[in-house]
């Protein structure tokens, strides 16, 4: 192989993996919007912190495949189980936070027809 292709090999390597972003995990989401936790039982104030609008905001910039989304998906249906969450308040988080989220946390969701 030639140095200009192997130069234009790497290149091509760079911007590919520039552009990657990393997909969060359900621990990592979990763990992201535990400033919301308060909120989301019911035990907090009427609208979220703005520590918990910045972790929507976080997880929804990680959510960027559909695969993820249908992952995060089934993390939060358990999470509303596990947690005792109000699937009430959980719904009003995206407005209050003004942030539109792809991935709902509502245990009703099928999260197979998630895109």
Not at 15 to 26: F, G, P
Not at 41 to 52: D, L, M, T
Not at 63 to 72: G, I, N, W
Not at 75 to 96: E, H, M
Request: proline fraction near 7%.
């Amino acid at each position: 192989m030639g140095s200009s292709q192997w130069v234009f090999g790497l290149v091509v390597i760079l911007i590919v993996s520039a552009n990657i972003v990393h997909a969060i995990t359900c621990p990592e989401a979990i763990t992201t919007l535990m400033p919301c936790l308060s909120f989301l039982v019911g035990y907090g104030p009427a609208a979220p912190a703005a520590a918990c609008c910045q972790g929507v905001q976080a997880v929804k910039d990680k959510a960027t495949t559909t695969q993820v989304r249908r992952d995060l998906c089934d993390c939060f249906k358990n999470a509303v189980k596990s947690f005792g969450i109000k699937t009430d308040r959980a719904k009003s988080l995206p407005q209050l936070c003004r942030v539109s989220t792809p991935v709902p946390i509502d245990p009703s969701v099928q999260c197979g027809s998630i895109q």
